[in-house]
C-alpha cells in the first residue's frame, strides 16, 4: 500500500510563485515515475509535469518556462516550483506515483491564483 501527500497549496497574486511538494509513504522499493496533474472546476485532470527516476521530464505546454519538476528520490518526494502564475493556473494540484500494477492519487491541494 502507498499512500501520496500534497503539500503547499494556497493563495496567490498573479505572477507569484508557489512551491508544492508530494511524498509517497509505504511499502515502497523504488519508484519509477511520480508526476502532478490538475483539475480545475468544470475541466479534465491534466497532466502538468512527470518526471522518471532517469530524470526524464515531461512538461504540459502551457507551464513550460514557468513551472519546474524536481525529485528526491532519497525521500521518494516530488516538488512543483510554480512561478509566474497565472489565473489559469487555478485548479486542484494532484500528485500521481505509479507503482506497480496501481495508480495512487493524493488527495489534491488547491492553488488560487487572484488578485
Known amino acids: 500500500q502507498v499512500h501520496v501527500v500534497e503539500s503547499g497549496g494556497g493563495l496567490v497574486q498573479p505572477g507569484g510563485s508557489l512551491r508544492l511538494s508530494c511524498a509517497a509513504f509505504?511499502?515502497?522499493?523504488?519508484?519509477?515515475?511520480m508526476g502532478w496533474y490538475r483539475q480545475a472546476p468544470g475541466k479534465q485532470r491534466e497532466l502538468v509535469a512527470r518526471?522518471?527516476?532517469?530524470?526524464?521530464?515531461n512538461y504540459a505546454d502551457s507551464v513550460k518556462g514557468r513551472f519546474t519538476i524536481s525529485t528526491d528520490n532519497a525521500k521518494n518526494t516530488v516538488y512543483l516550483q510554480m512561478n509566474s502564475l497565472k489565473p489559469e493556473d487555478t485548479a486542484v494540484y494532484y500528485c500521481?506515483?505509479?507503482?506497480?500494477?496501481?495508480?495512487?492519487w493524493g488527495k489534491g491541494t488547491l492553488v488560487t491564483v487572484s488578485s
Open positions: 509505504g511499502s515502497i522499493f523504488s519508484i519509477s515515475v
Open positions: 500521481n506515483v505509479p507503482y506497480g500494477p496501481m495508480d495512487y
Open positions: 518526471i522518471t527516476s532517469g530524470g526524464s521530464i
